[in-house]
């Protein structure tokens, strides 16, 4: 016998006694958990976002569409970029003034290829203020997801207000579970025993957010 066969034996077992449910999954389990903590307008969430974000140790910057190519241009050349990796379905725009080698993503590319890209630009999925997370479900202009776990340096972006939620149910609701899912909350980080905190273990060590308004949100608090 071998192991999976053992494991689906001792699995079988365990549910020989449960009775059959007909209910479908959706209504078989309760959820009467909150879906949004308080409530908050679009300017707030966006804050609340960019808030955590910055907790999560992201640095976080804000721009208008038009102001997308020059900030990304600005970021790569502060950290002295050489080579960019660039997903398919990427946005012209988003790297047009880009000085930096422009590396598309390859399926034949290794993890050494990946390593030697200095940075990475993609867009997302979805953001979720109240975690400070960013989900990436490798749809267009965001790639596979090794491209975002190699490279020393992840840019983001997140249209805003239209690509922002309050919530984790509400990110679920947008997400299909079916692809490829990688929820980012903040840069790569570990620690040991001692709580000594390392950043760039598995991971990007730098992820910078630019959160793009797409009409105006001002970050009123009240």
Known sequence: MSSRDLILGRVRHALADLADDPAPYAQAVERTYLREHGERTVGQTVALLAENLADYRAVVH??????????????????????????????PDWSADVTAD???????????????????????AVAVAETGTIVL??????????????????????????????????ALERLDPARP??????????????????????GPRTLEVLLVDEQPTPLDHG
């Not at 490798?138 to 090794?146: F, W």
């Not at 190699?150 to 805003?160: A, F, G, S």
């Not at 980012?184 to 000594?196: F, K, N, R, V, Y």
């Open 102 to 124: 422009r590396v598309p993503d390859s399926l034949s590319s290794t993890a050494y290829d990946l390593d030697r890209a200095d940075s990475v630009i993609t867009g997302c």
């Open 181 to 202: 899912l990688t929820w980012i909350s903040g840069p790569s980080a570990t620690s040991d025993i001692e709580l000594d905190r390392v950043e760039g273990v598995h």
């Open 137 to 170: 479900d490798g749809g267009p202009g965001q790639g596979r997801r090794r491209i975002t776990l190699v490279p020393d340096h992840h840019i983001c972006v997140v249209r805003v207000p239209g690509q922002v939620v309050s919530s984790v149910p509400q």
């Open 62 to 91: 804000r721009c208008t569409g038009p102001e997308v190519a020059g900030t990304v241009a600005r970021l790569l050349s502060a950290r002295g970029a050489r080579t960019v990796l660039v997903p398919a379905g990427l946005p």
